[in-house]
């Protein structure tokens, strides 16, 4: 590995890296727009020239590779000489709207300005070249050309990434813009990268635009829970309400990207049919219910069937939405604490007309957990016996956790194979179909608000952090789950995720050598074997 002083300090660098990566290793920045390590490097913007001694004029950084012995400024005379021309250059004609810029509080523009720049325009404001703005291009993109530094970022990204080649640079001079082809619109399924990657305000989401002050955002890493593939995102909420998911890197997942799909997921997570309070059957409606005696009835309903009909009257559908430790806290809790996990099922079930799995990120597979069950040993939905053992009165009792078994089976299917039970407990989120059948409801978490973690289809175990508190009295399964424990008589029942991730790491062979806090924010693989 290659040796190097950049600003007096001695830096080792990986092979063919170039010197804002160099750089960066050591938390010095370089100030950029054009380059992106994802993307191929053209050096147009040159914002990043720094002086390298021995060179006989500055380089752009971007494309300079380490060498053994390099010497290298970037806050020399020469240098910051570059940096401000450059800066004045581009802000020649760019428009004065950082009061209403939606990208205000993010953009490299305002950043370089007051780190690198100050200095007052010589350039009348009247004289500024006037281009298109707030133009609708497609795929919930908004285009300001007036705001564009022509990085070309968001035209590589089409061209290398998705290859659909929706934007270009036309005209010449400082005439030249960001635009889509003559009687095109974007239209693929991970556009709205571009938002991300463009450093300014000239490419923004209509779903986002004007919607909250970046500055009143707080981040919490995560994972998007759209799909099987279960990308690495922040998700960006105030005051207990999610605004935006953005993706974050993660190389073994999905690298810098996510899909548009994933991306605008999160509404359904907050929607006006969340379950706040435990509910309980009373004639012919669902009446409130506090937690206590929720628990209480539940624990009793539990007890009585089971001295009825015997522990393997009781069964339970996890569906592939849970968490591993929700998955593993029920499958305990049938095995261990009801006594039997005869009917235990897991359920992976994606909407009619979903997206099927194409080269990039999306899978058809719309469910986040599905190896995640598979590796804790729970079998997957089996229709037909679950149904001949309800319907046979074998299967007396149904406790239900993150499943609407009515929209995957239909009304009719579903009572036809599930209507002769005599009770069914349900643990979900929202008010779906099968809330409404059932004799009990008890309101849990969705992922972004509790700790837990996803196995994605590659076997990588990544961790779900509580972004904010569920609403109203909802609970995290895990912590429900537990209360159930404890009210059948099992003290010490673990009701924290690290706790259950802890023993599920102890019992399960395929999370053997894994902890919850190794995790990490980039996630580790089930165990080999």
């Given at each position: 590995m290659p040796k190097?002083?950049?600003?007096?300090?001695?830096?080792?660098?990986?092979?063919?890296?170039?010197l804002?990566q160099?750089?960066?290793?050591a938390?010095?920045?370089?100030?950029h727009?054009?380059?992106?390590?994802a993307?191929?490097?053209?050096?147009n913007?040159?914002?990043c020239?720094?002086?390298?001694?021995?060179?006989?004029?500055?380089?752009?950084?971007c494309?300079?590779?380490v060498?053994?012995?390099?010497?290298?400024?970037?806050?020399?005379?020469?240098?910051?000489?570059?940096q401000?021309?450059?800066?004045?250059f581009?802000?020649?004609?760019?428009?004065i709207?950082c009061?209403?810029c939606?990208?205000?509080?993010?953009?490299?523009?305002?950043?370089y300005?007051?780190?690198?720049?100050?200095?007052?325009?010589?350039?009348?404001?009247?004289k500024k070249v006037?281009?298109g703005k707030?133009?609708?291009?497609?795929?919930?993109?908004?285009?300001?050309q007036?705001?564009?530094v022509?990085?070309?970022?968001?035209t590589?990204?089409f061209?290398?990434?998705?290859?659909?080649?929706?934007?270009?640079?036309f005209?010449?001079?400082?005439?030249c813009?960001?635009?889509?082809?003559?009687?095109?619109?974007?239209?693929?399924?991970?556009?709205?990268?571009?938002?991300?990657?463009?450093p300014?305000?000239?490419?923004?989401?209509?779903?986002?635009?004007?919607?909250m002050r970046?500055?009143?955002?707080?981040?919490?890493p995560?994972?998007c829970g759209?799909?099987?593939?279960?990308?690495?995102?922040d998700?960006?909420?105030?005051?207990?309400?999610?605004?935006?998911?953005?993706?974050?890197?993660n190389?073994?997942?999905?690298?810098?990207?996510?899909?548009?799909?994933?991306?605008h997921?999160?509404?359904?997570?907050q929607?006006?049919t969340?379950?706040?309070?435990?509910?309980?059957?009373a004639g012919d409606?669902?009446?409130?219910?506090?937690?206590e005696?929720?628990?209480?009835?539940?624990?009793?309903r539990i007890?009585?069937?089971?001295?009825?009909?015997?522990?393997?009257?009781?069964?339970?559908?996890?569906?592939?939405?849970?968490?591993?430790?929700?998955?593993?806290?029920?499958?305990?809790?049938?095995?261990?604490?009801?006594?039997?996990?005869?009917?235990l099922a897991a359920?992976?079930w994606?909407?009619?007309g979903?997206?099927?799995?194409?080269?990039?990120?999306i899978?058809?597979?719309?469910?986040?957990?599905t190896?995640?069950?598979e590796?804790?040993?729970?079998?997957?939905?089996a229709?037909?016996?679950?149904?001949?053992?309800a319907?046979?009165?074998?299967?007396?009792?149904?406790?239900?956790l993150?499943?609407?078994?009515v929209?995957?089976?239909?009304?009719?299917?579903f009572?036809?194979?599930?209507?002769?039970?005599?009770y069914?407990?349900?643990?979900?989120?929202d008010?779906?179909e099968?809330?409404?059948?059932?004799?009990?409801?008890?309101?849990i978490?969705?992922y972004?608000?509790?700790d837990?973690?996803f196995?994605?289809?590659?076997?990588?175990?990544?961790?779900?952090?509580?972004?904010?508190?569920?609403?109203?009295?909802?609970?995290?399964?895990?912590?429900?789950i537990?209360?159930?424990?404890q009210?059948?008589?099992?003290?010490?029942?673990?009701?924290?995720?690290?706790?259950v991730?802890a023993?599920?790491?102890?019992?399960e062979?395929?999370?053997?050598g894994?902890?919850?806090?190794g995790?990490?924010?980039?996630?580790?693989?089930?165990?080999a074997?």
């Open positions: 190097l002083t950049i600003d007096g300090r001695e830096i080792e660098a990986a092979d063919g890296s170039n804002i160099a750089a960066e290793s938390s010095i920045e370089i100030p727009y054009c380059y992106h390590p993307l191929s490097i053209v050096g913007c040159r914002m020239l720094v002086e390298v001694e021995k060179a006989p004029k500055l380089q752009i950084a494309n300079t590779r060498a053994d012995g390099m010497v290298v400024h970037t806050k020399s005379a020469r240098t910051v000489a570059a401000k021309a450059v800066l004045e581009l802000l020649i004609n760019h428009p709207d009061p209403v939606d990208q205000a509080g993010e953009c490299k523009l305002q950043d300005y007051m780190d690198y720049d100050r200095q007052p325009s010589r350039f009348p404001l009247g006037r281009k707030a133009i609708d291009v497609g795929s919930d993109i908004m285009l300001d007036e705001r564009c022509l990085c070309g970022r968001c590589r990204f061209d290398e990434v998705t290859k659909t080649h929706e934007l270009a640079i005209e010449r001079g400082d005439h813009e960001i635009d889509t082809y003559p009687g095109q619109r974007i239209n693929n399924k991970y556009a709205v990268n571009v938002v991300d990657i463009c300014v305000g000239a490419l923004t989401e209509k779903d986002f635009r004007f919607r970046v500055w009143y955002l707080h981040r919490t995560s994972v759209g799909c099987e593939r279960g990308c690495s995102i998700i960006h909420h105030h005051r207990g309400r999610i605004y935006r998911y953005k993706p974050r890197y190389a073994a997942v999905n690298g810098y990207w996510i899909c548009d799909e994933g991306r997921s999160f509404p359904g997570l929607h006006e969340r379950l706040t309070t435990p509910l309980v059957q409606r669902m009446a409130p219910q506090p937690w005696a929720a628990v209480r009835d539940a624990a009793q007890v009585s069937v089971r001295d009825a009909s015997g522990p393997g009257s009781i069964g339970a559908v996890i569906g592939a939405q849970s968490t591993n430790e929700e998955a593993f806290a029920l499958k305990h809790f049938m095995r261990n604490v009801v006594g039997s996990a005869q009917y359920v992976t994606s909407p009619p979903a997206s099927g799995d194409d080269e990039l990120l899978r058809a597979n719309k469910n986040p957990n190896r995640g069950l590796a804790l040993g729970i079998p997957g939905f229709l037909d016996g679950l149904a001949a053992a319907q046979s009165g074998q299967l007396k009792m149904l406790i239900v993150r499943a609407d078994l929209r995957i089976l239909g009304e009719a299917g009572i036809r194979s599930f209507g002769a039970l005599d069914l407990l349900v643990l979900n989120t008010a779906n099968t809330v409404q059948m059932a004799n009990q409801v008890l309101p978490a969705a972004p608000e509790l837990g973690s196995t994605n289809f590659q076997g990588r175990v990544q961790r779900v952090t509580q972004a904010f508190p569920p609403p109203g009295d909802a609970r995290s399964a895990v912590e429900v537990a209360k159930l424990a009210a059948l008589g099992v003290k010490n029942y673990p009701s924290t995720a690290e706790s991730f023993a599920m790491a102890a019992s062979s395929a999370f053997r894994l902890s919850f806090d995790l990490g924010e980039h996630g580790a693989n089930l165990a074997g």
